[in-house]
Protein backbone atom coordinates (compact mmCIF):
# COMPACT_ATOMS: atom_id res chain seq x y z
CA UNK A 1 0.00 0.00 0.00
CA UNK A 2 1.31 3.52 -1.10
CA UNK A 3 0.14 6.57 1.22
CA UNK A 4 0.92 10.05 0.73
CA UNK A 5 2.06 11.86 3.95
CA UNK A 6 -0.52 13.45 5.74
CA UNK A 7 0.45 16.40 7.94
CA UNK A 8 0.60 14.76 11.49
CA UNK A 9 3.02 17.13 13.01
CA UNK A 10 2.43 18.75 16.17
CA UNK A 11 3.00 22.58 15.17
CA UNK A 12 3.19 22.87 11.58
CA UNK A 13 5.49 25.31 9.61
CA UNK A 14 4.19 28.07 8.06
CA UNK A 15 1.19 27.58 5.14
CA UNK A 16 3.95 28.37 2.22
CA UNK A 17 6.58 26.32 4.01
CA UNK A 18 4.31 23.72 4.09
CA UNK A 19 2.80 23.60 0.51
CA UNK A 20 6.44 23.19 -0.69
CA UNK A 21 6.74 19.99 1.66
CA UNK A 22 4.03 18.54 0.10
CA UNK A 23 4.50 19.30 -3.19
CA UNK A 24 7.82 17.60 -2.88
CA UNK A 25 6.14 14.77 -1.33
CA UNK A 26 3.43 14.30 -3.89
CA UNK A 27 6.56 14.69 -7.02
CA UNK A 28 8.29 11.74 -5.27
CA UNK A 29 5.56 9.45 -5.12
CA UNK A 30 5.27 10.04 -8.72
CA UNK A 31 7.94 7.63 -8.96
CA UNK A 32 8.24 5.24 -6.07
CA UNK A 33 5.29 3.35 -4.52
CA UNK A 34 5.90 1.52 -1.34
CA UNK A 35 4.25 -2.42 -1.78
CA UNK A 36 3.32 -1.70 1.83
CA UNK A 37 0.13 -0.66 1.88
CA UNK A 38 -2.68 -1.68 0.08
CA UNK A 39 -5.53 0.73 1.39
CA UNK A 40 -4.65 4.37 1.23
CA UNK A 41 -5.06 6.84 -2.08
CA UNK A 42 -1.67 5.81 -3.42
CA UNK A 43 -2.99 1.90 -4.33
CA UNK A 44 -1.72 1.25 -7.76
CA UNK A 45 -4.21 0.09 -9.87
CA UNK A 46 -2.27 -2.10 -12.27
CA UNK A 47 0.36 -4.32 -12.31
CA UNK A 48 2.37 -5.34 -15.62
CA UNK A 49 5.60 -8.21 -15.45
CA UNK A 50 7.39 -7.60 -19.25
CA UNK A 51 8.62 -9.21 -21.22
CA UNK A 52 5.41 -11.06 -20.91
CA UNK A 53 6.80 -14.19 -22.87
CA UNK A 54 10.06 -15.14 -23.53
CA UNK A 55 12.65 -17.91 -24.44
CA UNK A 56 15.77 -18.95 -23.00
CA UNK A 57 18.35 -22.11 -22.61
CA UNK A 58 18.56 -24.35 -19.78
CA UNK A 59 20.76 -22.33 -17.17
CA UNK A 60 19.88 -19.18 -19.41
CA UNK A 61 18.38 -15.80 -17.48
CA UNK A 62 15.60 -13.51 -18.38
CA UNK A 63 15.35 -10.17 -16.92
CA UNK A 64 11.67 -9.79 -15.87
CA UNK A 65 10.52 -5.91 -14.88
CA UNK A 66 7.10 -4.78 -13.10
CA UNK A 67 5.34 -1.46 -13.77
CA UNK A 68 2.17 -0.34 -12.82
CA UNK A 69 -0.02 2.41 -12.88
CA UNK A 70 -2.06 4.39 -10.50
CA UNK A 71 -4.98 6.83 -10.42
CA UNK A 72 -4.24 6.69 -14.50
CA UNK A 73 -0.68 7.70 -13.99
CA UNK A 74 2.13 5.17 -14.89
CA UNK A 75 3.96 4.12 -12.46
CA UNK A 76 7.40 2.91 -13.44
CA UNK A 77 8.89 2.34 -10.33
CA UNK A 78 8.13 -0.19 -7.70
CA UNK A 79 9.80 -0.67 -4.39
CA UNK A 80 9.08 -4.15 -2.24
CA UNK A 81 7.70 -6.31 -5.16
CA UNK A 82 7.41 -10.15 -4.49
CA UNK A 83 8.58 -12.08 -7.45
CA UNK A 84 7.94 -16.17 -7.41
CA UNK A 85 8.01 -18.91 -9.80
CA UNK A 86 4.96 -20.37 -9.58
CA UNK A 87 5.03 -23.28 -12.44
CA UNK A 88 7.46 -24.59 -13.88
CA UNK A 89 11.29 -25.09 -12.91
CA UNK A 90 13.60 -22.05 -12.33
CA UNK A 91 15.18 -19.27 -10.06
CA UNK A 92 14.00 -15.76 -9.47
CA UNK A 93 16.03 -13.05 -7.77
CA UNK A 94 14.53 -10.66 -5.76
CA UNK A 95 15.04 -8.08 -8.64
CA UNK A 96 13.21 -10.23 -11.14
CA UNK A 97 16.06 -11.94 -12.35
CA UNK A 98 14.94 -15.47 -14.05
CA UNK A 99 17.36 -18.05 -14.08
CA UNK A 100 16.17 -20.89 -16.47
CA UNK A 101 16.34 -25.00 -15.38
CA UNK A 102 18.33 -27.24 -17.08
CA UNK A 103 15.76 -29.10 -18.24
CA UNK A 104 13.35 -28.10 -21.09
CA UNK A 105 9.85 -26.45 -20.57
CA UNK A 106 7.50 -23.64 -19.36
CA UNK A 107 7.84 -21.79 -16.61
CA UNK A 108 5.63 -19.37 -14.80
CA UNK A 109 7.00 -16.21 -13.07
CA UNK A 110 4.28 -14.16 -10.84
CA UNK A 111 5.11 -10.67 -9.53
CA UNK A 112 2.77 -9.52 -6.19
CA UNK A 113 2.51 -5.79 -5.35
CA UNK A 114 -0.12 -4.14 -2.97
CA UNK A 115 -2.65 -6.94 -3.46
CA UNK A 116 -2.12 -7.32 -7.49
CA UNK A 117 -0.15 -9.66 -9.28
CA UNK A 118 1.10 -9.91 -12.60
CA UNK A 119 3.14 -13.18 -15.05
CA UNK A 120 5.46 -14.18 -17.27
CA UNK A 121 5.65 -16.91 -19.29
CA UNK A 122 9.22 -18.06 -19.93
CA UNK A 123 9.72 -21.22 -22.64
CA UNK A 124 13.05 -23.17 -21.44
CA UNK A 125 13.97 -24.92 -24.99
CA UNK A 126 17.03 -27.21 -25.64
CA UNK A 127 20.55 -26.00 -25.46
CA UNK A 128 22.97 -25.76 -28.39
CA UNK A 129 23.65 -29.74 -29.91
CA UNK A 130 26.76 -30.92 -28.02
CA UNK A 131 26.87 -34.54 -28.34
CA UNK A 132 25.57 -37.75 -30.50
CA UNK A 133 24.92 -40.90 -29.50
CA UNK A 134 24.55 -43.36 -32.12
CA UNK A 135 23.01 -46.86 -31.66
CA UNK A 136 23.14 -49.99 -31.67
CA UNK A 137 26.62 -51.72 -31.40
CA UNK A 138 25.37 -54.50 -33.17
CA UNK A 139 26.96 -58.49 -34.03
CA UNK A 140 26.47 -58.69 -37.86
CA UNK A 141 26.85 -61.95 -39.91
CA UNK A 142 28.42 -61.00 -43.38
CA UNK A 143 25.61 -59.45 -46.15
CA UNK A 144 23.03 -58.33 -42.73
CA UNK A 145 21.74 -55.00 -42.28
CA UNK A 146 21.05 -52.86 -39.51
CA UNK A 147 19.44 -49.43 -39.33
CA UNK A 148 21.53 -47.26 -37.22
CA UNK A 149 20.12 -44.26 -34.81
CA UNK A 150 21.32 -40.61 -34.19
CA UNK A 151 20.32 -38.86 -31.03
CA UNK A 152 21.18 -35.48 -30.51
CA UNK A 153 21.57 -33.63 -27.12
CA UNK A 154 22.94 -30.20 -25.55
CA UNK A 155 25.08 -29.92 -22.45
CA UNK A 156 22.53 -31.24 -20.34
CA UNK A 157 21.75 -34.41 -21.92
CA UNK A 158 18.63 -32.64 -23.78
CA UNK A 159 17.49 -33.89 -26.68
CA UNK A 160 18.04 -31.44 -29.50
CA UNK A 161 16.39 -32.37 -33.24
CA UNK A 162 19.45 -33.28 -35.53
CA UNK A 163 19.96 -34.83 -39.21
CA UNK A 164 23.28 -36.23 -39.73
CA UNK A 165 25.05 -37.25 -42.93
CA UNK A 166 25.75 -40.91 -41.80
CA UNK A 167 29.60 -42.10 -43.43
CA UNK A 168 31.88 -45.49 -42.37
CA UNK A 169 35.23 -45.09 -41.06
CA UNK A 170 37.63 -48.51 -41.00
CA UNK A 171 34.91 -49.62 -43.08
CA UNK A 172 33.42 -53.07 -42.32
CA UNK A 173 30.55 -52.56 -44.56
CA UNK A 174 28.68 -49.56 -46.31
CA UNK A 175 26.03 -47.27 -44.94
CA UNK A 176 23.26 -44.95 -46.61
CA UNK A 177 24.44 -41.84 -45.93
CA UNK A 178 21.01 -39.67 -45.53
CA UNK A 179 18.94 -42.98 -43.71
CA UNK A 180 21.82 -44.61 -41.59
CA UNK A 181 21.04 -48.42 -43.21
CA UNK A 182 24.29 -50.01 -42.93
CA UNK A 183 25.07 -53.49 -45.04
CA UNK A 184 28.01 -55.65 -43.13
CA UNK A 185 30.80 -56.36 -45.54
CA UNK A 186 32.83 -59.32 -46.40
CA UNK A 187 35.16 -59.11 -43.81
CA UNK A 188 35.05 -60.43 -40.31
CA UNK A 189 36.28 -58.33 -37.14
CA UNK A 190 35.78 -55.74 -34.24
CA UNK A 191 35.49 -52.79 -35.99
CA UNK A 192 35.47 -49.55 -32.97
CA UNK A 193 33.47 -46.45 -33.77
CA UNK A 194 33.31 -47.47 -37.72
CA UNK A 195 29.60 -45.90 -37.91
CA UNK A 196 29.46 -42.12 -37.57
CA UNK A 197 26.90 -39.74 -37.42
CA UNK A 198 27.82 -36.17 -37.92
CA UNK A 199 25.76 -32.59 -37.55
CA UNK A 200 28.26 -29.90 -37.91
CA UNK A 201 31.20 -30.24 -36.22
CA UNK A 202 29.85 -32.76 -33.77
CA UNK A 203 29.69 -36.34 -34.24
CA UNK A 204 29.04 -39.78 -32.81
CA UNK A 205 29.94 -43.24 -33.27
CA UNK A 206 28.72 -46.58 -33.01
CA UNK A 207 31.11 -50.26 -33.14
CA UNK A 208 30.40 -52.99 -35.36
CA UNK A 209 31.72 -56.50 -34.72
CA UNK A 210 31.32 -58.53 -38.37
CA UNK A 211 30.46 -62.55 -37.96
CA UNK A 212 30.90 -65.00 -41.11
CA UNK A 213 27.77 -65.94 -42.43
CA UNK A 214 26.18 -69.19 -42.53
CA UNK A 215 28.22 -72.39 -43.66
CA UNK A 216 28.51 -72.41 -47.05
CA UNK A 217 31.65 -74.69 -47.95
CA UNK A 218 33.48 -77.38 -45.96
CA UNK A 219 37.00 -78.06 -47.49
CA UNK A 220 39.21 -81.46 -46.18
CA UNK A 221 42.83 -81.48 -46.16
CA UNK A 222 44.80 -83.24 -47.15
CA UNK A 223 43.26 -83.43 -50.58
CA UNK A 224 44.89 -85.73 -52.34
CA UNK A 225 46.92 -87.78 -50.46
CA UNK A 226 48.41 -91.13 -50.56
CA UNK A 227 48.91 -93.92 -47.94
CA UNK A 228 50.23 -96.96 -47.42
CA UNK A 229 48.03 -99.57 -46.80
CA UNK A 230 46.68 -99.74 -42.96
CA UNK A 231 48.06 -96.20 -42.24
CA UNK A 232 46.46 -93.62 -40.85
CA UNK A 233 46.34 -89.63 -41.82
CA UNK A 234 44.37 -87.29 -39.76
CA UNK A 235 42.42 -85.36 -41.68
CA UNK A 236 40.84 -81.73 -41.03
CA UNK A 237 37.27 -79.96 -42.34
CA UNK A 238 37.41 -75.60 -42.45
CA UNK A 239 33.90 -74.14 -43.03
CA UNK A 240 33.94 -71.27 -44.91
CA UNK A 241 30.86 -68.56 -45.45
CA UNK A 242 30.26 -67.30 -49.23
CA UNK A 243 33.08 -65.02 -48.86
CA UNK A 244 35.47 -67.51 -47.45
CA UNK A 245 35.15 -66.77 -43.65
CA UNK A 246 35.87 -69.26 -41.26
CA UNK A 247 33.26 -70.85 -39.87
CA UNK A 248 32.95 -73.01 -36.67
CA UNK A 249 31.84 -76.27 -37.65
CA UNK A 250 31.26 -79.84 -35.88
CA UNK A 251 31.42 -82.25 -38.90
CA UNK A 252 30.18 -86.27 -39.04
CA UNK A 253 32.85 -88.17 -40.55
CA UNK A 254 32.49 -90.83 -43.32
CA UNK A 255 33.92 -93.23 -45.75
CA UNK A 256 32.17 -92.28 -49.30
CA UNK A 257 34.21 -94.52 -52.00
CA UNK A 258 35.98 -97.01 -49.80
CA UNK A 259 39.97 -97.46 -49.54
CA UNK A 260 39.51 -97.35 -45.72
CA UNK A 261 37.83 -96.14 -42.54
CA UNK A 262 36.94 -93.75 -39.81
CA UNK A 263 35.64 -94.59 -36.23
CA UNK A 264 32.02 -94.75 -36.35
CA UNK A 265 30.26 -91.44 -34.89
CA UNK A 266 33.31 -89.56 -35.38
CA UNK A 267 32.60 -85.79 -35.22
CA UNK A 268 34.49 -82.69 -35.23
CA UNK A 269 36.96 -80.85 -36.81
CA UNK A 270 39.31 -83.52 -37.11
CA UNK A 271 38.78 -87.34 -37.88
CA UNK A 272 42.25 -90.44 -38.36
CA UNK A 273 41.54 -92.10 -41.46
CA UNK A 274 42.95 -95.47 -41.99
CA UNK A 275 43.64 -97.19 -45.43
CA UNK A 276 42.15 -100.16 -45.78
CA UNK A 277 44.36 -103.45 -47.49
CA UNK A 278 43.34 -102.65 -51.33
CA UNK A 279 45.54 -100.33 -53.57
CA UNK A 280 43.89 -97.78 -55.75
CA UNK A 281 42.67 -94.24 -55.94
CA UNK A 282 39.50 -93.50 -53.81
CA UNK A 283 37.66 -90.50 -55.23
CA UNK A 284 36.51 -87.91 -52.77
CA UNK A 285 36.25 -90.43 -50.41
CA UNK A 286 36.83 -88.95 -47.01
CA UNK A 287 34.11 -86.74 -46.37
CA UNK A 288 33.18 -84.67 -43.92
CA UNK A 289 29.28 -83.04 -43.70
CA UNK A 290 27.15 -80.54 -41.65
CA UNK A 291 23.56 -80.71 -42.25
CA UNK A 292 23.31 -80.03 -46.35
CA UNK A 293 26.84 -79.05 -46.75
CA UNK A 294 29.89 -81.83 -47.13
CA UNK A 295 33.66 -81.53 -48.03
CA UNK A 296 36.00 -84.54 -49.26
CA UNK A 297 39.55 -85.24 -50.14
CA UNK A 298 40.77 -88.32 -52.69
CA UNK A 299 43.50 -90.64 -51.09
CA UNK A 300 45.32 -93.11 -53.20
CA UNK A 301 46.11 -95.89 -51.04
CA UNK A 302 49.69 -97.32 -52.35
CA UNK A 303 51.13 -100.98 -51.22
CA UNK A 304 52.81 -101.02 -47.82
CA UNK A 305 56.93 -102.18 -47.72
CA UNK A 306 57.21 -105.61 -48.17
CA UNK A 307 56.00 -107.51 -45.22
CA UNK A 308 56.81 -111.40 -46.66
CA UNK A 309 58.89 -112.74 -50.06
CA UNK A 310 58.11 -116.16 -51.34
CA UNK A 311 60.09 -118.11 -54.11
CA UNK A 312 58.92 -120.29 -56.41
CA UNK A 313 58.95 -122.84 -57.58
CA UNK A 314 58.72 -124.55 -54.31
CA UNK A 315 60.41 -127.10 -55.20
CA UNK A 316 61.52 -128.51 -58.68
CA UNK A 317 63.03 -131.79 -60.23
CA UNK A 318 66.16 -131.61 -62.75
CA UNK A 319 68.63 -133.55 -64.63
CA UNK A 320 72.43 -132.88 -64.45
CA UNK A 321 72.97 -129.76 -66.16
CA UNK A 322 69.69 -128.29 -66.41
CA UNK A 323 67.91 -125.46 -65.61
CA UNK A 324 64.92 -123.78 -63.95
CA UNK A 325 64.37 -120.00 -63.67
CA UNK A 326 63.25 -119.54 -59.82
CA UNK A 327 61.15 -116.35 -59.43
CA UNK A 328 60.86 -114.30 -55.36
CA UNK A 329 57.62 -112.10 -55.28
CA UNK A 330 57.38 -109.71 -52.45
CA UNK A 331 53.65 -108.76 -50.68
CA UNK A 332 52.96 -106.69 -47.66
CA UNK A 333 50.91 -106.83 -44.60
CA UNK A 334 47.60 -106.59 -47.08
CA UNK A 335 49.41 -109.43 -49.25
CA UNK A 336 49.70 -106.72 -52.65
CA UNK A 337 52.46 -107.59 -54.40
CA UNK A 338 55.40 -105.26 -54.40
CA UNK A 339 58.60 -104.15 -55.86
CA UNK A 340 62.03 -105.79 -54.64
CA UNK A 341 65.40 -106.63 -55.55
CA UNK A 342 66.42 -109.54 -53.32
CA UNK A 343 70.19 -111.21 -53.54
CA UNK A 344 70.27 -114.69 -54.78
CA UNK A 345 72.70 -117.54 -53.39
CA UNK A 346 72.44 -121.12 -53.37
CA UNK A 347 73.21 -122.04 -49.81
CA UNK A 348 73.46 -125.90 -49.54
CA UNK A 349 74.44 -127.25 -53.04
CA UNK A 350 73.31 -129.02 -55.64
CA UNK A 351 74.11 -126.23 -58.43
CA UNK A 352 74.96 -122.50 -58.93
CA UNK A 353 73.02 -119.01 -59.70
CA UNK A 354 75.26 -116.31 -61.12
CA UNK A 355 77.57 -114.23 -59.14
CA UNK A 356 75.65 -111.73 -57.25
CA UNK A 357 72.77 -112.49 -58.89
CA UNK A 358 69.57 -109.50 -57.92
CA UNK A 359 66.78 -108.78 -59.28
CA UNK A 360 62.99 -110.70 -58.87
CA UNK A 361 64.43 -113.67 -61.27
CA UNK A 362 67.08 -116.51 -61.42
CA UNK A 363 68.45 -119.28 -63.70
CA UNK A 364 69.56 -121.93 -61.44
CA UNK A 365 71.61 -124.22 -63.32
CA UNK A 366 71.41 -128.22 -61.42
CA UNK A 367 75.30 -129.54 -60.41
CA UNK A 368 76.25 -133.24 -61.56
CA UNK A 369 75.89 -134.75 -57.95
CA UNK A 370 72.33 -136.53 -57.83
CA UNK A 371 70.44 -136.07 -53.90
CA UNK A 372 67.89 -133.62 -52.59
CA UNK A 373 68.99 -130.16 -51.84
CA UNK A 374 66.74 -128.62 -49.28
CA UNK A 375 65.87 -124.69 -49.00
CA UNK A 376 69.01 -124.34 -51.35
CA UNK A 377 68.14 -121.73 -53.99
CA UNK A 378 67.82 -118.75 -51.46
CA UNK A 379 66.54 -114.79 -52.14
CA UNK A 380 66.75 -112.84 -49.24
CA UNK A 381 66.34 -108.73 -49.29
CA UNK A 382 66.58 -107.05 -45.38
CA UNK A 383 65.13 -109.68 -43.14
CA UNK A 384 63.07 -111.05 -45.64
CA UNK A 385 64.19 -114.60 -46.97
CA UNK A 386 62.49 -117.65 -48.68
CA UNK A 387 64.28 -120.96 -50.06
CA UNK A 388 63.39 -123.36 -52.60
CA UNK A 389 64.30 -127.67 -52.49
CA UNK A 390 65.92 -128.91 -55.50
CA UNK A 391 65.90 -132.02 -56.52
CA UNK A 392 69.04 -133.37 -58.93
CA UNK A 393 68.38 -136.44 -60.49
CA UNK A 394 71.19 -139.02 -61.77
CA UNK A 395 72.21 -138.21 -65.05
CA UNK A 396 70.13 -139.88 -68.00
CA UNK A 397 72.06 -141.07 -70.83
CA UNK A 398 73.21 -139.03 -73.14
CA UNK A 399 70.54 -138.88 -75.65
CA UNK A 400 71.58 -140.01 -79.37
CA UNK A 401 72.75 -137.19 -81.43
CA UNK A 402 70.82 -135.79 -84.59
CA UNK A 403 70.86 -137.76 -87.39
CA UNK A 404 73.56 -135.89 -90.16
CA UNK A 405 71.70 -133.07 -91.71
CA UNK A 406 70.68 -134.59 -95.00
CA UNK A 407 72.79 -132.89 -98.39
CA UNK A 408 72.35 -128.80 -98.52
CA UNK A 409 69.66 -128.33 -100.55
CA UNK A 410 70.02 -126.50 -103.66
CA UNK A 411 66.73 -124.29 -103.04
CA UNK A 412 65.71 -121.64 -100.46
CA UNK A 413 62.28 -122.83 -100.44
CA UNK A 414 60.83 -126.27 -101.96
CA UNK A 415 57.11 -126.55 -102.11
CA UNK A 416 54.90 -129.32 -103.44
CA UNK A 417 52.57 -127.17 -105.39
CA UNK A 418 52.71 -123.19 -105.22
CA UNK A 419 54.81 -120.99 -103.83
CA UNK A 420 54.13 -117.58 -103.15
CA UNK A 421 56.25 -114.06 -102.56
CA UNK A 422 55.08 -110.81 -101.75
CA UNK A 423 56.97 -107.69 -100.02
CA UNK A 424 59.92 -109.64 -100.02
CA UNK A 425 63.43 -110.85 -100.89
CA UNK A 426 65.06 -114.11 -101.04
CA UNK A 427 68.73 -114.53 -101.58
CA UNK A 428 68.34 -118.11 -103.52
CA UNK A 429 66.71 -120.19 -105.66
CA UNK A 430 62.93 -121.78 -105.10
CA UNK A 431 61.50 -125.04 -106.66
CA UNK A 432 57.86 -126.57 -106.36
CA UNK A 433 57.37 -130.58 -106.96
CA UNK A 434 54.49 -130.08 -109.14
CA UNK A 435 54.99 -129.32 -112.75
CA UNK A 436 52.57 -126.94 -114.83
CA UNK A 437 50.21 -128.13 -116.68
CA UNK A 438 48.90 -131.20 -117.08
CA UNK A 439 49.88 -131.44 -114.27
CA UNK A 440 47.10 -131.49 -111.50
CA UNK A 441 47.24 -129.61 -109.53
CA UNK A 442 49.54 -127.52 -111.38
CA UNK A 443 52.48 -126.12 -109.53
CA UNK A 444 53.48 -121.84 -109.95
CA UNK A 445 55.53 -119.34 -108.37
CA UNK A 446 54.20 -116.31 -108.05
CA UNK A 447 56.31 -112.80 -107.13
CA UNK A 448 54.93 -109.45 -106.33
CA UNK A 449 57.97 -107.10 -105.64
CA UNK A 450 59.82 -109.89 -104.24
CA UNK A 451 63.21 -109.87 -106.03
CA UNK A 452 64.66 -113.96 -106.10
CA UNK A 453 68.45 -113.77 -107.00
CA UNK A 454 68.52 -117.67 -107.94
CA UNK A 455 66.19 -119.18 -110.09
CA UNK A 456 62.50 -120.55 -110.03
CA UNK A 457 61.64 -123.90 -111.06
CA UNK A 458 58.23 -125.49 -111.36
CA UNK A 459 58.42 -129.09 -111.61
CA UNK A 460 61.75 -129.60 -113.19
CA UNK A 461 63.78 -132.71 -112.44
CA UNK A 462 65.79 -130.68 -109.99
CA UNK A 463 63.08 -129.71 -108.16
CA UNK A 464 61.82 -132.90 -107.98
CA UNK A 465 65.05 -134.28 -106.91
CA UNK A 466 65.12 -132.08 -104.34
CA UNK A 467 61.52 -132.41 -103.44
CA UNK A 468 62.04 -136.54 -102.85
CA UNK A 469 65.27 -135.69 -100.79
CA UNK A 470 63.29 -133.64 -98.15
CA UNK A 471 61.13 -136.36 -97.86
CA UNK A 472 63.59 -138.81 -96.95
CA UNK A 473 65.05 -136.04 -94.60
CA UNK A 474 61.39 -135.40 -92.53
CA UNK A 475 61.00 -139.56 -92.25
CA UNK A 476 64.46 -139.27 -90.76
CA UNK A 477 64.10 -136.87 -88.57
CA UNK A 478 60.70 -138.25 -87.86
CA UNK A 479 62.17 -141.55 -86.63
CA UNK A 480 65.21 -139.69 -84.33
CA UNK A 481 64.44 -140.27 -80.75
CA UNK A 482 63.64 -137.49 -78.44
CA UNK A 483 66.40 -136.22 -76.44
CA UNK A 484 64.19 -133.57 -73.84
CA UNK A 485 60.63 -132.87 -73.69
CA UNK A 486 60.26 -129.23 -73.76
CA UNK A 487 57.04 -126.99 -72.77
CA UNK A 488 56.15 -123.02 -72.85
CA UNK A 489 57.65 -120.43 -75.01
CA UNK A 490 61.35 -120.76 -75.11
CA UNK A 491 61.90 -117.48 -74.24
CA UNK A 492 64.87 -116.75 -72.22
CA UNK A 493 66.40 -120.77 -72.16
CA UNK A 494 69.90 -121.52 -73.21
CA UNK A 495 69.99 -125.12 -75.21
CA UNK A 496 72.40 -126.63 -75.99
CA UNK A 497 72.90 -129.34 -78.72
CA UNK A 498 70.51 -132.50 -78.85
CA UNK A 499 66.84 -133.87 -80.01
CA UNK A 500 64.57 -131.39 -78.22
CA UNK A 501 60.70 -132.37 -78.55
CA UNK A 502 56.77 -130.78 -77.92
CA UNK A 503 54.32 -133.58 -77.84
CA UNK A 504 51.83 -131.58 -79.24
CA UNK A 505 52.13 -127.50 -81.00
CA UNK A 506 54.38 -124.93 -80.07
CA UNK A 507 53.94 -121.31 -79.70
CA UNK A 508 56.79 -119.32 -79.18
CA UNK A 509 57.48 -115.90 -78.24
CA UNK A 510 60.83 -114.25 -77.05
CA UNK A 511 64.83 -114.76 -77.32
CA UNK A 512 65.58 -118.56 -77.21
CA UNK A 513 69.62 -118.99 -77.74
CA UNK A 514 70.98 -122.09 -78.99
CA UNK A 515 74.54 -122.26 -78.00
CA UNK A 516 77.18 -124.74 -78.68
CA UNK A 517 80.70 -125.59 -80.88
CA UNK A 518 80.16 -124.73 -85.01
CA UNK A 519 79.60 -128.62 -85.45
CA UNK A 520 77.07 -129.06 -82.85
CA UNK A 521 73.83 -130.25 -84.55
CA UNK A 522 70.10 -129.50 -82.50
CA UNK A 523 66.61 -131.40 -83.96
CA UNK A 524 63.38 -129.66 -83.02
CA UNK A 525 60.63 -132.05 -83.21
CA UNK A 526 57.15 -130.16 -83.16
CA UNK A 527 54.44 -132.82 -82.89
CA UNK A 528 55.06 -136.53 -82.73
CA UNK A 529 54.18 -139.44 -84.98
CA UNK A 530 50.06 -139.65 -84.89
CA UNK A 531 50.02 -136.88 -82.84
CA UNK A 532 49.25 -133.26 -84.67
CA UNK A 533 51.69 -130.30 -83.84
CA UNK A 534 51.99 -126.93 -85.38
CA UNK A 535 54.61 -124.55 -85.36
CA UNK A 536 54.00 -120.24 -84.56
CA UNK A 537 56.18 -118.03 -83.84
CA UNK A 538 55.32 -114.61 -82.97
CA UNK A 539 58.22 -112.40 -81.69
CA UNK A 540 60.15 -114.80 -81.51
CA UNK A 541 64.02 -114.60 -81.99
CA UNK A 542 66.58 -117.29 -82.47
CA UNK A 543 70.06 -116.39 -81.14
CA UNK A 544 73.08 -118.43 -81.76
CA UNK A 545 76.07 -118.09 -79.16
CA UNK A 546 79.11 -120.21 -79.02
CA UNK A 547 79.64 -120.67 -82.97
CA UNK A 548 76.48 -122.01 -83.71
CA UNK A 549 75.55 -123.03 -87.05
CA UNK A 550 71.93 -121.59 -88.39
CA UNK A 551 72.75 -124.91 -90.97
CA UNK A 552 73.10 -127.09 -88.35
CA UNK A 553 69.41 -126.35 -86.79
CA UNK A 554 66.48 -128.42 -88.12
CA UNK A 555 62.73 -127.73 -86.96
CA UNK A 556 60.41 -130.55 -87.90
CA UNK A 557 57.23 -129.59 -87.57
CA UNK A 558 54.25 -132.76 -87.75
CA UNK A 559 51.88 -129.54 -89.34
CA UNK A 560 52.08 -126.38 -90.46
CA UNK A 561 55.08 -124.04 -89.47
CA UNK A 562 53.78 -120.16 -89.15
CA UNK A 563 55.94 -117.05 -88.18
CA UNK A 564 55.36 -113.61 -87.64
CA UNK A 565 57.70 -111.00 -86.93
CA UNK A 566 60.28 -113.35 -86.00
CA UNK A 567 63.95 -113.22 -86.43
CA UNK A 568 64.37 -117.03 -87.24
CA UNK A 569 66.82 -119.92 -87.74
CA UNK A 570 67.42 -122.87 -88.99
CA UNK A 571 65.87 -125.27 -91.44
CA UNK A 572 62.20 -125.95 -91.71
CA UNK A 573 60.98 -129.53 -92.63
CA UNK A 574 57.10 -129.18 -92.82
CA UNK A 575 54.32 -131.37 -92.78
CA UNK A 576 51.96 -128.78 -94.21
CA UNK A 577 52.17 -125.05 -95.10
CA UNK A 578 55.11 -122.69 -94.29
CA UNK A 579 54.23 -119.15 -93.87
CA UNK A 580 56.60 -116.28 -92.81
CA UNK A 581 55.42 -112.69 -92.35
CA UNK A 582 58.11 -109.81 -91.46
CA UNK A 583 61.01 -110.53 -90.06
CA UNK A 584 63.86 -112.54 -91.31
CA UNK A 585 64.82 -116.05 -91.62
CA UNK A 586 67.82 -117.45 -92.21
CA UNK A 587 68.09 -121.61 -93.36
CA UNK A 588 66.07 -123.37 -95.98
CA UNK A 589 62.14 -124.52 -95.62
CA UNK A 590 60.48 -127.40 -97.42
CA UNK A 591 56.69 -127.81 -97.68
CA UNK A 592 54.36 -131.09 -97.88
CA UNK A 593 51.69 -128.20 -99.11
CA UNK A 594 52.42 -124.72 -100.24
CA UNK A 595 54.82 -121.61 -99.26
CA UNK A 596 53.87 -118.38 -98.76
CA UNK A 597 56.45 -115.53 -97.79
CA UNK A 598 55.38 -112.20 -96.93
CA UNK A 599 57.82 -108.72 -96.14
CA UNK A 600 60.14 -110.84 -95.24
CA UNK A 601 63.85 -110.85 -96.11
CA UNK A 602 65.31 -114.34 -97.00
CA UNK A 603 69.06 -115.10 -96.91
CA UNK A 604 71.28 -118.35 -96.67
CA UNK A 605 71.65 -120.51 -93.46
CA UNK A 606 75.42 -119.31 -93.71
CA UNK A 607 75.20 -115.72 -94.57
CA UNK A 608 76.97 -113.67 -92.76
Known amino acids: MIRLMEGRVAQAPSRRSTARVLSALVFAGLFTLACTDATGPEQLTTLTLTPAASTTTPTGQVQLTSAGTRAGSAVTTIVGETYAVTSGGGTVSSSGRFTAPTTPGTSTVTVTCGGLTATATITVTAGPLATITVTPNPTLQIGATQQFTAVGRDAFNNVVAITPVWSTTNPPGTINASTGLFTAGNTTGTFNASVRATSGTIF ?6 VIPGPLATITVTPNPDTLAIRTGRTFTAVGRDAAGNVVAINPTWSVANGGGTIPAGTMGQTAVFTAGDVPGTYTNTVRATQGTTSGSATVTVIAGPAATLVVTPETTTLAPGATQTFTAVGRDAGG ?5 NPTWTVVNGGGTV ?87 PPGSVTQTLCPITGTTEIGTPAAKQAYQDFLVAFAAAEATACGTTLTGTLAGQILAPGVYCFDNSATLTGTLTLSGPSTGQWLFKIGQAGIPGALTGTNFDVVLAGGASACNVRWWVRQASTMNTSNFKGNILAGAGVSFTGGTYKGNASSQEDVEVTGTAVTACDAP
Open 354 to 440: PANSMGTTVVFTAGGTAGTFTNTVRAAQGSLADSSTVIVTAAPPPPPPPPPPPPASPFRFIARVAFTCTNGSIAGSVATNQGPAPEA
Open 204 to 209: GTANVI
Open 336 to 340: NVVTI
